[in-house]
């Protein structure tokens, strides 16, 4: 079954990807695991392939399938390695996987649109007594997010997190409306019972709720079938597009991270943007991977057409910019000091 949480980490590996069929998906239930015809590559003498069986290069046999350790989440750096349900595996290490609109600090998902001490981006913090408000420090809340929870700005009539007040929090199946918790999905998702699912892929909800397949069948596009038409893969009970699907991207069981999108097969991000661990970056203008990924310039710099550059006599580094601090409406003074509707004049909001 198909099932998604929606919580600050999501949930990227959940159980009908481990279960049923353990191979990498096929066109057909008899079809190979995607491998190219003729491309070989010896199996690891850790792998339990049997003698002789081959697989293409970068992929290692693990009993009777051929599978990416780099990237495959049951088989992560090794066979039978899984990763835990809220990870990605990631060069063959299992790494904290954490939602779209959130941001790896260390090792935990922030949500840097209202951390106080990871405001807009890690590491940086508001000055004591300001709020972080769609990730920008202010002296109080803007009209739009007029809610203060935990030193950060909220509307808690929509905010799942903070719905109708601070603490309370929507369940998976819940959205926020009004200020009140009502059952509800993504636009991506349908509540059947008390469970948001695809129906096209979910065989117990196979194209409307309840309608629940065969033992021997697998759910295509809301569809009860037989076996999965390429270019689609057997993947647990259904059939999935690897070239789109950010659970099964390329094969079963190699979810995309963070930000990442399936884009032909492969995990990547969009327009200029570059895959730096879970996250997508400009590295023209990212402080902590600047030219490429984890290159981070030092205090004192910041990152310009992908060159750290000191920043110039009269500025301060705040954050990952070097600022004016006599003139900058949000960093008047000092970094983080935000003069809101008011105009910064020598250091002094006026």
Known sequence: MLLVGLVACRMVNPAFDAAGSEGSGSGT?????????????????????????????????????????????????GCFQQ???TAVCIDSACRVDCDPADTVCGETCIDTREDPDNCG??????????????????????AELPN????????????????????????????????????????????CGT?????????????????????????????????????LLICGDSCIDPRTTRKHCGDCNQACAGQQQCID???GCTGDETACGTQCVDTETDFKHCGECGNSC??????????????????????????????DD???????????SLSCEMGDCL
Do not use: W, Y
């Open 29 to 77: 239930s008899s079809a190979s695991s995607g491998s190219d015809p003729g491309t070989t590559g010896a199996p690891s003498e850790d792998s339990g392939g049997t003698a002789g069986a081959l697989c293409d290069e970068g992929q290692a046999r693990c009993e009777d399938e051929c599978v990416r350790t780099s990237l495959n989440l049951r088989h992560c750096g």
């Open 148 to 191: 203060e929870c935990g030193g950060g700005c909220v509307d808690q009539q929509t905010d799942r997190d903070h719905c109708g007040d601070c603490p309370t929090v929507c369940g998976a199946a819940e959205l926020c409306a009004s200020g009140q918790c009502e059952p509800g999905c993504p636009a991506n998702l349908e509540l």
């Open 265 to 267: 097969g492969e995990c």
């Open 330 to 340: 949000k960093h008047c003074g000092e970094c983080n000091h935000n003069c809101g």
């Open 195 to 231: 469970l948001c699912t695809d129906r096209s892929l979910d065989a117990d909800n196979c194209g409307r709720c309840g309608n629940a397949c065969d033992a021997s069948q697998l759910c295509g596009e809301g569809t009860c079938v037989d076996n999965c038409d390429a270019p």
């Open 83 to 85: 990763c835990p349900m």
């Open 298 to 327: 030092g205090g004192g710099n910041e990152c310009i057409d992908g060159a750290c550059e000191t920043c110039e006599e009269g500025l301060t580094q705040c954050g990952s910019k070097c600022v004016d601090t006599e003139s």
């Open 121 to 142: 981006e890690c590491g940086n913090a508001c000055t004591e007594g300001d709020v972080c408000a769609d990730g920008v420090c202010l002296a109080e809340c803007p």
